[in-house]
């Protein structure tokens, strides 16, 4: 389908220029051309267009002397659906209707499905997150895990011996429990 082109800023600021009017068989992009100030453009569907239509991006920027395209999505009809696409800008100030009909079309009646998809892929099934294995070993525990919990031991028992008191060690030592906890968990 051809776009239906809408003019920005063409004589004034905010102004929008649009044919009344678009009939269309799917889906089909608007073609925003801006003649002045950036600007955001917000797009709408309405009436019964809303119950097969959707806007890909309902609220797109257009740059200064810039263009830039929107795709509505439209669901396969039986029959004819009218509605009205709204745009706005100026945060409201300026608004137009375009009364949109989809005639009937039908989608594609089949995805293609490439043949490798049926074949596992590398990496396991496992349905946990990817953990980096230690090289060395091929270890499959989480290196990650065992750097953080050494790093938080590590600043935990240099904060009680240089800092000291009661209360920086018990929580150096509540540091380290979580740390080797974090650790026993990872392994598991």
Do not use: K, W
Not at 34 to 47: F, M, R, T
Not at 113 to 119: D, I, P, Q, S, W
Not at 159 to 176: D, L, N, S
């Amino acid at each position: 389908m051809p776009p239906l082109p809408v003019e920005l800023n063409r004589d004034r600021r905010h102004e929008i220029r649009v044919a009344g009017r678009y009939e269309t068989e799917g889906p089909f992009d608007l073609d925003l051309r801006n003649h002045g100030d950036g600007a955001h453009v917000h797009v709408n569907v309405a009436g019964e267009l809303a119950e097969v239509a959707r806007v890909d991006e309902p609220n797109p920027y257009v740059d200064a002397d810039a263009a830039a395209s929107v795709r509505v999505d439209v669901d396969p009809v039986d029959e004819a659906v009218t509605g009205e696409l709204v745009l706005a800008t100026g945060y409201g100030g300026e608004e137009t209707h375009v009364d949109v009909t989809v005639d009937p079309f039908e989608g594609p009646s089949d995805v293609p499905v490439g043949e490798n998809l049926a074949e596992p892929q590398g990496g396991g099934g496992s349905p946990r997150a990817a953990v980096a294995t230690d090289p060395d070993t091929g270890s499959g525990l989480p290196v990650q895990v065992f750097a953080v919990a050494g790093g938080a031991v590590l600043l935990a028992v240099a904060a009680a011996v240089y800092v000291g008191g009661e209360t920086v060690t018990v929580g150096a030592g509540v540091v380290v429990a979580a740390a080797l906890a974090a650790v026993v968990l990872a392994t598991r």
